[in-house]
């Protein structure tokens, strides 16, 4: 399995992603997000290094189409640097933690632009701060990622991945909260981009 992601010598920060040149290299692979200061989550099943625990893999690019269309041509860089400074419609992983932190954090999911698009509008800020100070990741290159995460899912305890882990106990729990803050960023009006 792949020692780098679940036994890594080094967690990145989101200073170190963020930073010119960026240690993330230009290439396929998985990564794993690290997380502290979850309480929500029941984590003592789950990997950790030092304070954190991994909470969540994914993987850039994804799975070619089936449909002849190009595959995408995005690398671990241009994912990893999203998560930490880019938005909820763009990334499940900050739409999720967003939904799970919303009432610490002080923000809520909208329906901006046009309405079809859902970010927490100013809060992507304040969720941007929070992954600086509490999250953490790693990565493994690899040239299928999508066969490795399918491998990381179904054999490690990943709460906050909900594509092909409905095996996992806090699924529907995850599912529920997201569900509600969409139903509930519908009923509002929307935002400016």
């Given at each position: ?65 089936r449909n ?44 901006v632009g ?26 493994h290159v ?52």
């Amino acid at each position: 399995m792949a020692n780098d992601l679940v036994r890594p010598k080094h967690l990145w920060c989101r200073q170190e992603v963020l930073s010119r040149p960026s240690p993330v290299p230009r290439s396929p692979g998985v990564y794993g997000w690290y997380f502290q200061g979850l309480d929500a989550i029941a984590s003592s099943a789950c990997i950790n290094c030092g304070d954190f625990w991994l909470l969540y893999t994914g993987i850039s690019p994804s799975a070619p189409p089936r449909n002849g269309r190009s595959p995408s041509s995005q690398s671990l860089l241009h994912r990893v640097r999203y998560h930490y400074q880019g938005n909820a419609e763009g990334s499940t992983l900050r739409l999720t933690l967003g939904c799970l932190l919303a009432n610490k954090l002080g923000i809520e999911l909208r329906r901006v632009g046009s309405g079809k698009r859902f970010t927490f509008s100013t809060g992507e800020t304040r969720l941007s701060e929070w992954m600086g100070d509490n999250a953490r990741v790693a990565w493994h290159v690899c040239e299928e990622p999508w066969k490795l995460e399918e491998e990381l899912i179904a054999s490690l305890d990943l709460p906050l991945n909900l594509d092909q882990n409905r095996r996992h106990g806090f699924h529907p729990v995850l599912s529920r909260i997201r569900h509600e803050a969409k139903a509930k960023a519908r009923e509002l009006p929307i935002l400016p981009r």
